[in-house]
């Protein structure tokens, strides 16, 4: 089945630093890339996703990459703010199929 | 649009009972319905698949006559926990596809139930 990894599990950056988030998967059919920021108690909210027929895309201040060929991905969140502080899980899914999580990412902010 | 919600949101209950959680997607129909577990500082854990009108899939090491799913209808699944013990403690949460969305892609989550068991 699919494996999930993502680092690092912490990154702490100063406000207005951008921060990357990397993960790889295992199964080469994976098609869809969600992110999800999810805040203490409360459920994952999705920020940013991508097919596999893509290989970049941005919404405002965040991005993600995808490399198919080496089976990774990465989020880019630039200029960052206190809010952003949060876990950030990565996940791969073979659509409509189940979906992985990495193990998630605590950001923490520093203003 | 796109709303999945879960019921109760906060259960404390005796080691030996048995909880139900529901699932249900609001303003969609959803074949497909998804648990997980997350304990702690952890991730998500995939529990099963939650498929209308038959049998659930479940992952390896979830015991299937412990975590009892039903999915009844389009627009509603139940997860119940038989005999819960302290272990059982957990956050857990569903998730639905929106058969609407062409391609199906993005997961909605409900907004998770806190089991304590005492």
């Known amino acids: 089945g699919e494996n999930v990894e993502q680092h690092p599990s912490t990154l702490s950056v100063q406000e207005g630093d951008s921060a990357v988030i990397k993960c790889t998967y295992s199964d080469s059919a994976s098609n869809y890339f969600p992110w999800y920021k999810q805040e203490l108690g409360k459920r994952p909210q999705l920020i940013i996703d991508i097919r596999s027929n893509v290989g970049e895309k941005k919404d405002q201040r965040i991005a993600v990459t995808l490399n198919k060929t080496a089976k990774h991905f990465s989020l880019h969140i630039t200029e960052t703010q206190p809010e952003d502080s949060a876990v950030y899980f990565c996940a791969a899914s073979i659509v409509p199929y189940d979906m992985r999580f990495g193990a998630g990412t605590r950001l923490t902010v520093k203003p | 649009g796109a709303v999945v919600s879960q019921h109760p949101s906060r259960v404390i209950c005796k080691s030996g009972t048995s909880v139900k959680i529901e699932c249900r997607s609001l303003d969609f129909q959803a074949t497909t319905m998804f648990w997980y577990r997350q304990f702690p500082k952890q991730s998500l854990m995939l529990m099963a698949t939650?498929?209308?009108?038959?049998?659930?899939?479940?992952e390896q090491g979830v015991e299937k006559d412990k975590f009892l799913i039903n999915h009844a209808s389009l627009t509603l699944s139940t997860l119940t926990v038989t005999s819960a013990h302290p272990e059982d403690s957990s956050f857990y949460i569903c998730?639905?596809?929106?058969?609407?969305?062409?391609?199906?892609?993005?997961?909605?989550f409900g907004p998770g139930t806190r089991l304590t068991v005492l």
């Open positions: 998730s639905a596809r929106d058969l609407r969305d062409g391609d199906g892609n993005e997961q909605f």
């Open positions: 939650s498929n209308e009108g038959s049998k659930a899939t479940y």
